[in-house]
């Protein structure tokens, strides 16, 4: 299809405006039309691409970039593709949407087909990824984009097509959806795209609940924060249990959250306020040295960067970077990543219907693993049982029937990592090894209470059932990981001893 048949087509669909590349031999149409109420800048374009930055009123978002991609075909040529990607990367830092035929698969396990994907072409494709900082969008519907309409063995289905979006996309219209959609006239999907600004507010769509309490590992820096917790912390009189230790814990989370607002307060905000005052005060000393106004405020920005370090890290789940490392982007751009793939868009139910209503999806999963999890009542354990033979010794029983001891309590805490996902209760491990000379004796003789004979506290044993992706792009319960996250105490008690 040339140019100017393009363009027709362009009056026929009845769009205004429109900007075409004409095709390369018999692939690599790129044909870009917008109604008129969208504004577009037409930034480059060539056969591969066709750039532009635009602004919608309807999506909300005052400016932002789009680029239509077409993939080398031939992987030999291939690279020449991934460096005009990182050159348009280099060219504007606006938020970045990039879609179209890529050519190429992220992971081997997108490809179907007898012949597998050779390492390397794959690995050019995910460092290309990398290095613009792109996301991937996921995808709803079909798994593959591309299907060869071979028969047997001769049969390849591959996702060439995708959508990539860049952090600063995500941050701005994170609620973006993509959907596979086959095609009768063509050997590919189409990609429908639903641009959708981060909902802010309680809609029908998506519910928004209150948000949970989160022990931020970062407020440790605080000068008042020891104090504040030792003056907070009150596990009762006489000797605790563990729900006298929950219940200390829940106060101690409901003054904590109190002080973050009013005492620590944003991080985010305040580095923006630092900046913006140390930029006004070095204006007004350029010909002379710093003044020890200046000093402070650069002092007060270093330490608010690291408390934004820590924070981005906690969120990241990255452990293996040392502390003090300016890694905050990469914390960053690592959970807006998880956070994007682990997001449940569209399940199937159990008879073939998509479903993408929030509150259905919950009504799915509830369902699912309250089936799953039910007890049988009809099971007689001991027609098994009593075909086991007896391997414990009565020597090996007196070892198993010994006491728990407190050094191995603080050893089973001192085991987790101080930076884990929080526990329902909100509190990390980090908090109690920090605080440990303040909790040691309450939490010890609680956990031992109960280890050595006492009851379990319902608040301790509360858990939150987390649903982990074993695929790309699931879209069946069945191909979800549940992982139970529960409290600190909780897991301290099932650890001693291991």
């Known amino acids: 299809m040339n140019k100017e048949r393009a363009l027709r087509l362009k009056q026929k669909l009845g769009f205004p405006n429109g900007e075409a590349v004409s095709s390369d031999g018999l692939s690599g149409d790129l044909l870009l039309l917008w109604r008129g109420d969208v504004t577009m800048a037409v930034q480059s374009l060539s056969k591969s691409h066709i750039d532009v930055v635009l602004s919608c009123a309807a999506v909300g978002v005052r400016e932002w970039r789009l680029t239509g991609f077409y993939g080398e075909p031939r992987r030999e040529l291939r690279k020449n593709s ?18 179209g035929d890529f050519n190429e698969v992220l992971s081997p396990d997108e490809h179907f087909g007898e012949n597998e994907r050779e390492h390397w072409q794959i690995a050019a494709f995910q460092e290309v990824v990398q290095d613009c900082r792109f996301v991937d969008l996921g995808f709803s519907g079909l798994p593959f984009t591309w299907d060869n309409r071979q028969e047997g063995n001769r049969n390849v289905k591959v996702p060439l097509d995708r959508a990539l979006g860049d952090h600063n996309f995500l941050d701005l219209l994170a609620d973006s959806s993509v959907k596979h959609v086959p095609l009768a006239e063509s050997n590919h999907c189409a990609l429908v795209i639903h641009i959708q600004k981060r909902e802010q507010t309680t809609s029908p769509r998506r519910r928004r609940r209150g948000r949970c309490f ?4 970062m407020s440790q820096r605080h000068e008042d924060h020891v104090d504040f917790v030792q003056q907070t912390w009150d596990p009762g009189r006489g000797v605790p249990d563990l ?9 101690m989370q409901s003054s904590l959250s109190a002080w973050d607002k009013e005492v620590f307060g944003s991080v985010k905000r305040k580095i923006a ?19 020890a106004h200046e000093k402070e405020l650069m002092n007060q920005l270093s330490e608010s960067v690291a408390r934004e370090e820590i924070m981005e890290r906690q969120r990241s789940r990255v452990e293996w970077l040392r502390d003090g490392d300016r890694n905050t ?37 509830n369902n699912f693993y309250q089936d799953l999890f039910m007890a049988q009542t009809d099971l007689e354990p001991e027609l098994v049982c009593q075909h086991v033979p007896r391997k414990v010794s009565e020597a090996m029983c007196d070892i198993l029937e010994q006491p728990f001891l407190p050094e ?3 050893k ?4 987790m990592g101080p930076s884990k996902v929080p526990r329902p209760d909100g509190f990390t491990a980090g908090f109690f090894q920090r605080h440990w000379a303040l909790v040691k004796e309450s939490v010890i003789s609680a ?19 987390v649903l982990i992706p074993k695929v790309s792009n699931p879209q069946e319960l069945t191909q979800f990981r549940p992982i139970a996250l529960c409290n600190v105490l909780y897991k301290i008690c099932s650890k001693t001893g291991e």
């Open 214 to 217: 989160r022990y931020e590992n």
């Open 447 to 465: 956990v031992l209470g109960f280890l050595n004979g006492g009851d379990m506290s319902n608040e301790v044993n509360k858990t939150v059932l």
């Open 243 to 251: 729900k006298d230790i929950a219940t200390s814990l829940a106060k």
């Open 329 to 365: 982007g990469y914390f960053q751009a690592k959970a807006k990543a998880r956070a994007r793939s682990n997001r449940i868009q569209a399940l199937k139910s159990s008879d073939g219907e998509l479903v993408c209503d929030q509150t259905r999806l919950e009504e799915l999963a």
């Open 82 to 99: 991934w460096f005009l990607l990182r050159f348009l990367r280099a060219q504007l830092d606006v938020p970045w949407l990039c879609l």
């Open 412 to 415: 089973a805490l001192f085991q």
């Open 273 to 291: 306020s630092l900046k913006q005052e140390l930029e006004a005060e070095r204006t007004n000393t350029l010909y002379r040295g710093p003044t």
């Open 408 to 410: 191995e309590v603080e």
